[in-house]
């Protein structure tokens, strides 16, 4: 997955330096490396959430390193 990684960072012009980015990016990432549709959220917080088709929520930090 780190080489998905950074070939995605690459593919965006660099490392993500925006909650949008961040998810375009993680999106990307899950695309080609788990083929599943996953979905963000940016709650009242600022805080971006990821859910997947079962709808579990987990952090952007816990998720993309």
């Given at each position: 997955?780190?080489?998905?990684?950074?070939r995605t960072r690459?593919?965006?012009g660099?490392?993500?330096d925006s909650?949008?980015?961040?998810a375009r990016c993680c999106r990307a990432v899950f695309n080609l490396e788990l083929e599943v549709?996953?979905?963000f959220i940016?709650?009242?917080n600022g805080e971006l959430l990821i859910t997947d088709e079962?709808?579990?929520v987990c952090?952007?930090?816990e998720t993309v390193e």
């Open positions: 997955m780190e080489e998905s990684l950074k690459c593919l965006f660099g490392a993500p909650a949008w980015q961040q549709q996953m979905h940016l709650n009242q079962g709808e579990e952090e952007l930090d």
